[in-house]
């Protein structure tokens, strides 16, 4: 038995259970994000101030995911609004069970807007499908704008691209001209939005927050 | 067939090459560094000071895995040290095949310092032995000090840790005092270096140089 073989049973088999679980956020009307980066482009950061201005108006509930630790977990919760921790034990990325897993201990009747905050990995989670509406690829300015060519399928893939940390920028060689020429060469049809979190104010959110709301609208 | 047993084939398969890879370099007395990160944390502009520091009187070489383009060897080779890229055309990390392929293309007869660069990733490569002497894991400052303890495989098994863009240090929420202390819990006997690579001047570049001098001649 070739690896390549194992490979595609894995993936089929998620497929499917991403299939069912896709069949279920529909019929609940859910708008399911996934939200992918590499570790440390500020996913976290940024979804704590989107639920801040989106949450008296949007009923959102968040999977995260990560490694061993619940540290981002307890910052959403401490937001106010209904958070599952997956542990992947090590695993490299967010599969379909994992999810069902998630989805089985949350409350679809009473939710809009579902955020899946990935494992913080620039490389495999690209490769599997969680049953969202959208892929939103997290790039932050200190990590340079060679990243999309090198890690070209996750922001192929992605609807949306977020660049964070803009506050850092100027401190950085970052090349925004060859970064959206990349983007484009990569993915014509991906939107893309600049941000930053800093603690004082933040530039960006409220325009990603009027998209994300208008996207729940269509679903 | 269990994904488990699979895994462990392919462990089992890389750990074989590897030895071989190992005996190899040891029969050369080449010093083999695995250097391992996030996408962006620097390693490449790390690895190019490090090189222009050492070079003339080290003769180093490089492998440089990325997933599909040459941008990083083409760095590195402008620095006038011999180097092969390796495309893992998509895969998240190297093994010890690709190395051993690798190591056919380099003349080892004249080579104290081997760099292996691995895939920019903080899950996967933690987990592939490549014959190295030592792992190093980068970590840059605007990654947050949380990473260890979120990713902590890979600093486990390091002997060293950079703490890279230290420069970017007071533009961000880094505590070092935890990082330290994490470092500290993860792994009581890696050495921790602080480095910096802006253009007009390095930090803590020279140290590190300093040790990897002393590491090649305890070999």
Not at 3 to 11: D, H, R, S
Not at 114 to 131: H, R, S, T
Request: aromatic share 6%; net charge negative.
């Amino acid at each position: 038995m070739s690896k390549i073989k194992v490979v595609e049973n894995i993936l089929h088999t998620n497929d499917e259970i991403t299939s069912q679980n896709k069949r279920l956020l529909n019929e609940k009307g859910i708008y399911v994000i996934n939200m992918m980066s590499s570790p440390g482009s500020g996913k976290t950061s940024l979804l704590e101030r989107v639920i801040l201005k989106l949450k008296d108006n949007v009923r959102i509930a968040v999977i995260e995911g990560d490694l061993y630790t619940t540290k981002d977990a307890e910052r959403i919760e401490a937001q106010g609004v209904p958070v599952v921790q997956i542990n992947t034990g090590g695993a490299c990325h967010l599969d379909g069970k994992m999810i069902k897993g998630a989805l089985d201990s949350l409350n679809l009747d009473n939710v809009d807007l579902l955020v899946i905050e990935n494992v913080g990995n620039l490389v495999c989670p690209a490769a599997f499908e969680l049953g969202e509406d959208i892929k939103i690829t997290v790039l932050s300015t200190p990590e340079g704008n060679d990243k999309p060519l090198k890690y070209p399928r996750m922001f192929e893939n992605s609807g949306a691209v977020i660049l964070n940390k803009l506050d850092l920028l100027e401190f950085t060689n970052f090349n925004k001209v060859e970064f959206y020429q990349d983007i484009n060469s990569l993915n014509a049809h991906a939107i893309i939005f600049e941000t930053s979190c800093v603690r004082e104010q933040d530039q960006g959110v409220e325009e990603l927050c009027t998209w994300i709301r208008q996207q729940i609208n269509n679903k």
